[in-house]
Nanobody
Framework: QVQLVESGGGLVQPGGSLRLSCAAS????????MAWYRQAPGKERELVAE???????NYGDSVKGRSSISRDNAKNTVFLQMDSLKPEDTAVYYC?????????????WGQGTQVAVSS
């Protein structure tokens, strides 16, 4: 199993910024793509941003231009910097990791961290 520990959620005012972190305890697995998803009440889970092991990134349309994903491969940690936050960014944010062991791919989810954007 890959254990994912998320941190950095909380209450932020509109227009503010937040930085989320997710540290992966990879064990025997090699970590490939690391990503952040979010799920707002009554809505489906959606991709926020993802980053491959070589640094290629992809962003969801709702956060493009306002977010930046990065990773520290030595520490198996992924970061999500979110700026110009809006009330509609309120959601539970989940860390997601694709890992590989013995030619088999696996997917792991973190427990989620709540982000609330409100004045």
């Amino acid at each position: 199993q890959v254990q994912l520990v998320e941190s950095g959620g909380g209450l932020v005012q509109p227009g503010g910024s937040l930085r989320l972190s997710c540290a992966a305890s990879r064990g025997i697995f090699s970590i490939n793509t690391m990503a952040w998803y979010r799920q707002a009440p009554g809505k489906e889970r959606e991709l926020v941003a993802e980053i491959t092991s070589d640094g290629s990134t992809n962003y969801g349309d709702s956060v493009k231009g306002r977010s930046s994903i990065s990773r520290d491969n030595a520490k198996n940690t992924v970061f999500l910097q979110m700026d110009s936050l809006k009330p509609e960014d309120t959601a539970v944010y989940y860390c997601h990791v694709r890992a590989r062991y013995s030619l088999t791919d696996y997917k792991f989810w973190g427990q989620g961290t709540q982000v609330a954007v409100s004045s």
